[in-house]
């Protein structure tokens, strides 16, 4: 299977109507491509708190449907990364959108747990209620956006659902890079599945981002990792490994402790 993340830049002295062209190309332009994936909030920023509300957007709005356009034309699944959503009751959400190759809507997440304690998006936006997986014709991926990283229900109520490569689409700040390594593998290691993370590049109202886009495999070894700045990073993997790991080191049957919210 061929993925390729995007770790798209973003900086204030681009538009977001700018960058959301721009975003397409970048998906376009990896025609062949099984999965592609962008990050958090690349339309507006994951810290730019301040522009939020501006730049809310209805489910169907312009990101919708420029994404949804680009996986058509380049005949890919496509995680979207996510975009400030406005419901129709007002409330903003961290909202992922899942297209398939022939340009329909997959799937819809809802980030579920909100970043910045008692300010930015945990006080800005609401939290999603759902864990969400797609199936894809390879394999089954399990969607997560950011901080949903440091909370390991998320990721085995994921595995428990089917879900065999998950995905983590992210806005995560340079100075805490170290973690974002050490929770992918961790989350890959615990569930015994793929991890592919795709974090951006740039600097959003002066937090500087990680990058550092990352694979990792059931096992826990990284298959590939990006830089610091906008790149593409490309990887192929074989999804049926998930399934051969989990056989040979069958460490998730031995699991004693919630099983009873497994029944």
């Keep these: 299977m061929h993925a390729s993340l995007i770790q798209i830049a973003v900086n204030p002295d681009e538009s977001v109507n700018s960058r959301r062209e721009r975003a397409a190309s970048l998906v376009v332009a990896q025609r062949g491509a099984d999965l592609v994936l962008l990050p958090e909030l690349w339309p507006v920023g994951a810290f730019s708190y301040t522009e939020f509300a501006d730049e809310a957007e209805p489910l169907l709005g312009p990101t919708h449907d ?5 996986a058509a034309e380049a005949g890919v699944w496509l995680h979207a990364g996510s975009f400030v959503e406005r419901a129709e009751d007002g409330t903003l959400y961290n909202t992922t959108l899942v297209f398939s190759p022939e340009g329909e809507r997959a799937a819809v997440y809802r980030k579920i747990h909100l970043f910045g304690f008692d300010k ?3 006080v800005m936006m609401g939290a999603g209620q759902e864990l969400v ?4 014709p390879e394999t089954v991926i399990g969607l997560s956006t950011c901080y949903d990283l440091r909370f390991p229900e998320l990721f085995r109520g994921l595995a428990d659902a089917g879900a065999e490569t998950l995905v983590v689409a992210a806005g995560w700040p340079d100075r805490r890079r170290s973690h974002w390594t050490l929770l992918a593998r961790a989350r890959a290691v615990e569930n015994q599945a793929y991890v592919l993370a795709v974090g951006s590049a740039g600097t959003h109202a002066g937090i500087r981002q990680a990058g550092h886009s990352i694979v990792v495999d059931p096992w ?12 593409v990073l490309t990887v192929e993997f074989d999804p049926a490994r998930t399934a051969t790991v989990r056989d040979q080191f069958p460490a998730l049957k031995d699991r004693r402790l919630g099983l009873a919210a497994r029944r």
């Design 120 to 122: 930015g998006e945990a």
């Design 220 to 231: 826990g070894e990284v298959l590939a990792e990006a830089g610091h700045e906008e790149e």
């Design 66 to 70: 420029v994404m949804a356009k680009a």
């Design 133 to 136: 997986s797609v199936a894809l």
